[in-house]
């Protein structure tokens, strides 16, 4: 089986190499391309650093040497990225943003919360945490930009009808530009024979845009329940 592999680098690269292991052929195919902005990060009356990406993480490392305040990851690669930072308070939400507004607002953070963001997100953490009383903002410190055609891989792998080929989708904006780029490039009627494997059902949500042979929907927002799926769908074949 083929598998589409829609991260971005470096996470791709990580990812894939899990993949090959469970005996799938992964197929690299970012949907966007990280790009760090070069902009001091301001971090007077700061009490916790809120990410919701190992993106995030890997940005702010680039900007600052500062390591010992309290970190709040939005999930474990989240967390596990902070904890190869540097960092070494480290607390970890179940995989989604709302999870990780309920996780600070009961820490009681002593200083603002600054959620490390780039320009896309889903979901207004700052907005959350402004609804439970918690002191938070926002500082976007990368963009997600994104790329307009498949890779050559990935539309041949679209274009073949004699393999099973599943696509990774870890965000719904990863799924809506996949869809994107599967009409660019003419292959979004091809979706029909590939499986969509949906990091959380929102992403779920976003990928039914397009017609697929089939929707699946990891058991919690990991990349080893993702795994999980691929796993699935190689005993079914």
């Known amino acids: 089986m083929k598998v589409i592999v829609t991260r971005p680098s470096p996470d791709a690269e990580a990812f894939a190499a899990e993949v090959l292991k469970i005996g799938a052929e992964p197929i690299l195919s970012p949907v966007m391309v990280i790009r760090q902005r070069p902009h001091a990060v301001d971090l007077a009356g700061v009490g916790g650093l809120a990410f919701t990406s190992a993106n995030g993480v890997r940005a702010f490392s680039m900007l600052t040497t500062e390591r010992r305040l309290p970190v709040f990851a939005v999930g474990a690669a989240t967390a596990d990225a902070a904890a190869a930072a540097g960092f070494a308070d480290i607390v970890t939400a179940k995989g989604d943003v709302m999870s990780l507004s309920h996780l600070i607002a009961q820490a009681k953070p002593s200083g603002a919360v600054l959620h490390l963001a780039g320009s896309h997100r889903a979901g207004d953490l700052a907005a959350m945490l402004a609804d439970y009383g918690v002191n938070a903002r ?100």
Do not use: N
């Not at 696509?167 to 009627?189: C, H, K, M």
């Not at 959380?200 to 697929?212: L, M």
């Open 138 to 237: 926002r500082a976007i410190i990368y963009d997600a930009e994104k790329y307009d055609r498949l890779s050559t891989g990935a539309a041949a792998a679209l274009r073949q009808k004699d393999h099973p080929v599943a696509v990774t989708l870890f965000s719904p904006r990863s799924a809506r530009l996949f869809i994107e780029q599967s009409a660019f490039d003419g292959l979004v009627g091809a979706l029909e024979r590939a499986a969509a494997l949906c990091l959380s059902a929102d992403v779920a949500r976003e990928a039914s845009a397009a017609g697929w042979a089939a929707i699946e929907t990891a058991r919690m927002p990991t990349s080893d329940d993702i795994l999980s799926l691929i796993a699935g769908r190689l005993g079914r074949i």
